[in-house]
């Protein structure tokens, strides 16, 4: 039974995520706007400076849908999906444990650290291989000799080839060749108990990990295999030290995490003994994270492993916790419950433009009143939860496989791992203890009440902003979302997207025009009226401002057009660029105020795969329907729009024109011409 899980990013790792979507959408941005149109187009430097693709969320779980919804049989294994509380990793290994030697696939070596009873082991997408037997390999042919005898010849196997995660087209035999990390087998292979395996990955450094102690514990100049054994060498001497004779009692954990720390500073001498302790401290959060509570026997209906009182998420309403868990409510939202911050969403933009997002911003205090009128901000958050990019609580992961670590040598003493069985057990239990401890603070509401607080690019820059929440007169005077009528919800959807006009009420209504493509019109509509807000740059006056309607064309018929995969790439024009990214703002912003009013849910999934990058940057007009475009320009004034350019077409025939009329310089009547003139009378 495969599943799918993402969730709501926790507090204590929202600075590693910030520092992520500065390096994946900011930094690289930059990189793709500092280099020539023709280089950055070429698939080299696509691969070496990844950006996430947009609207990455929405068409996964709408093709989990499609697959789910295919399969005919019965028997057949469905697909899943599953919401996740907040962070990802522990909530999948625990739902593995619990299916019973389920296994996990990821791009993630965290899951080969996290362990619980019943987790089969990790499995990395990226060593995923096909392999057919080739349907052209030559049998084996006999010959014979003249004096009648057959020589003998071993007969040839038939030839596997290697192909990757995507299914060969062969007739031919199909095997999928995985491989499998368990916690156990690494922790036996470094000679560590598996129990001190969450201790591990915090001195190694997980995403919760401090990265200035990391500097403190390695060299700059040792890479990931030798950082790995240098830890398990500290971790197996710290064990050896409290069995032959170290602290008693409850200090011995914070002893083995001493100890271990001290055998890996680089200087010891330079660290005082309050830095140690702060070292120590942090160095038990990041292991706490890694550590997972045994899951409910009884899960609760709305969650897979926890009880209705364990669940981090058992505060939302029921309509909303409802719309998460069926994947119709995007995680930020919940985060925005869960902590108070609200993550930014990135796409490719010219990071020295003003933000491209600036055009929906109606549209997010929209959402942000639907919040408020439904009861859902009024929530208290941790003290501090205001981190900013440059804080150093975590790190954010080098790498996002798993590092092989096989060498030729032995980190530890074989016998550590034997002799240790009863402190790893106790080790085990402490950690659990804080982890539950924690857990249970965590849920305790604090009666202090806070605003949110908004992640926006300001230049290079992540910054965050306090969020004013907006009242709004044209929403329903009673109760929530959950309380108003479809057709109010629909309004107030319409009203907040910029598009409440009589056409466009009546064909929601009436359903003429397709749900997915009406969400696309309204985005449309939403970032033509507002981009003028977004101001000009002298610098760059092309790239900014108002839509030209042959530009809003493009994108229209862009939702119906599949260019051939085999196509040579649109070239990357620095205006089409940031014309995108305000659409795909756009329309982020209306998909996320259609989820709080409990709108269209599927269907927003199906509008997102409609989206083709490679069809929005042709510039080649496509055909339009008609009526799909008097949508779009329903009561839109006419000043919204900019001036068309002229195409060098028309520039040829106006020139034409103007020569055909204009009297010829040196043409005839003017001098030689007159006396050549003469001679033919």
């Known amino acids: 039974m495969p599943t799918r899980e993402i969730g709501p990013v926790p507090l204590a790792k929202t600075s590693t995520t910030l520092k992520r979507y500065t390096e994946s959408g900011i930094q690289n941005s930059n990189i793709f706007f500092r280099t020539s149109a023709s280089a950055r187009s070429t698939p080299s430097f696509l691969a070496s400076t990844r950006i996430i693709p947009p609207l990455l969320l929405e068409t996964c779980l709408s093709a989990l849908r499609e697959i789910a919804g295919s399969v005919i049989d019965h028997n057949s294994p469905r697909a899943h999906i599953l919401m996740a509380d907040g962070e990802a990793d522990p909530y999948c290994v625990s739902l593995a444990g619990r299916l019973g030697n ?39 042919q006999l010959e014979e000799d003249n004096d009648g005898f057959t020589a003998v010849q071993a007969k040839q196997r038939p030839k596997r080839k290697p192909s990757g995660l995507i299914p060969p087209a062969s007739t031919g035999e199909l095997s999928l060749n995985v491989t499998v990390y368990h916690p156990q087998s690494l922790a036996s292979y470094l000679g560590l108990p598996s129990a001190l395996l969450p201790l591990f990955s ?12 990391t500097r403190k514990f390695f060299e700059s100049r040792s890479n990931p295999v030798q950082r790995i054994w240098k830890v398990a060498r500290s971790v197996s001497a710290a064990i050896k030290k409290s069995n032959d004779g170290g602290k008693a009692g409850g200090d011995v954990v914070l002893d083995v995490i001493q100890t271990a720390v001290s055998h890996l500073l680089v200087r010891p001498d330079t660290v005082a003994s309050g830095e140690m302790e702060t070292i120590v401290d942090q160095t038990v959060e990041a292991a706490l994270e890694c550590t997972i509570a045994a899951s409910s026997p009884l899960p609760s209906s709305s969650c897979a492993i926890h009880a209705e009182d364990e669940c981090p998420l058992s505060s939302l309403s029921p309509e909303l916790l409802s719309a998460y868990r069926e994947g119709n409510l995007h995680p930020r939202l919940v985060n925005a419950i869960t902590t108070g911050i609200v993550l930014p969403k990135l796409f490719l933009e010219d990071p020295e433009q003003k933000a491209c997002g600036g055009a929906c911003k109606t549209v997010w205090d ?33 790498d996002s496989e798993l590092i092989s670590v096989v060498e030729e040598f032995t980190a530890t003493d074989p016998s550590v791992s034997s002799q240790s069985d009863g402190l790893a057990s106790e080790l085990k239990e402490r950690l659990m203890g804080l982890a539950l401890d924690e857990t249970a603070s965590a849920s305790t509401p604090s009666p202090e009440i ?5 992640y926006a690019r300001r230049g290079l820059k992540l910054v965050p902003e306090p969020i004013q929440l907006p009242t709004l007169s044209d929403l329903p005077t009673s109760g929530g979302a959950q309380d108003w009528t479809k057709k109010d919800r629909i309004s107030v959807f319409l009203r907040g997207t910029r598009s409440h006009t009589p056409a466009i009420l009546k064909a929601f209504e009436t359903g003429d025009v397709e749900v997915k493509t009406l969400l696309w019109i309204c985005a449309l509509r939403c970032v033509v009226q507002s981009s003028p807000s977004l101001g000009g740059n002298s610098a760059a006056p092309a790239v900014v401002g108002k839509w030209r309607k042959s ?73 339009v329907d008609e009526k799909l475009w008097e949508l779009v320009c329903d009561e839109v004034e006419e000043n919204v729009w900019a001036h068309e350019l002229e195409n060098n077409k028309q520039k040829a025939k106006k020139k034409a024109k103007v020569a055909k009329t204009a009297a010829p310089v040196g043409g005839k009547g003017m001098g030689f011409n007159v006396l050549a003139s003469l001679g033919s009378e």
């Open 102 to 140: 389920g296994l996990v696939l990821g791009m993630d070596s965290d899951f080969a650290v996290l362990n619980v009873e019943g987790y089969g082991g990790y499995v990395p997408i990226d060593e995923m291989t096909w392999s057919s037997v080739s349907d052209d390999t030559p049998l084996a």
């Open 202 to 213: 915090a001195l190694v450094g997980n995403d919760f990990s401090n990265p200035q102690n």
């Open 366 to 398: 929209w959402v942000w009143a639907v919040y408020t009128a439904g009861g859902h901000i009024s929530f208290p958050t941790t003290e501090g939860s205001g981190s900013t990019v440059d804080g150093t609580e975590s790190r954010a992961d080098d």
């Open 450 to 454: 806070k605003s949110l607080v908004q």
């Open 551 to 623: 530009e809003a064309r493009v994108l229209i018929s862009s939702l119906s057009f599949e260019p051939d995969a085999d196509s040579p790439l649109p070239p990357l024009e620095t205006r089409a660029i940031q014309r995108t990214a305000q659409i795909l703002y756009a329309f982020d912003a209306g998909a996320r105020l259609a989820e709080v009013l409990y709108l269209f849910g599927e269907e927003i999934g199906k509008a997102a795969r409609m989206f083709s990058g490679r069809a929005a940057h042709f510039q080649s007009q496509g055909q």
